[in-house]
């Protein structure tokens, strides 16, 4: 059986390549920007601990929290759950540290959230490093 490429069938291919591309690009872009946010909130948040400032400190993990609440939605459809999960017990861990101030053991937790969050769209990022 030959296959005949006419036309109409180039168009469509074309566009859906376009597709493929734009919404890889799209969700990079999104989990860049999402990333950037929440590791401010989070250097923030270490420059009060640093400092001692543990009111200022539980105000910005309260921010911190929500903020990934809403960004979470959107990476849980983007990104591999395990991922999502790390940053969900390290938030729940680093919350209490911060609670119980706690600053070297919160200082590590937080870089380690830091960590995970950059880490992130690296590893999302299309290179060929990723491709094999």
Request: glycine share 2%.
């Amino acid at each position: 059986m030959k296959m005949k490429y006419t036309l109409t069938n180039l168009v469509m291919i074309a566009v859906l390549l376009l597709c493929i591309l734009g919404s890889g690009m799209l969700s990079q872009f999104l989990l860049a920007r999402d990333s950037r946010k929440l590791k401010t909130t989070i250097d923030e948040m270490l420059i009060s601990m640093e400092s001692e400032d543990w009111q200022k400190a539980e105000s910005e993990i309260e921010k911190l929290s929500t903020e990934w609440h809403s960004v979470m939605k959107l990476w849980s459809a983007l990104i591999d759950h395990h991922e999502i999960d790390n940053i969900d017990v390290t938030l729940s861990k680093l919350k209490s540290l911060i609670q119980s101030k706690d600053k070297s053991t919160a200082l590590s937790e937080a870089t380690v959230l830091r960590k995970f969050i950059v880490h992130i769209p690296e590893k999302e990022k299309l290179s060929i490093s990723n491709i094999l």
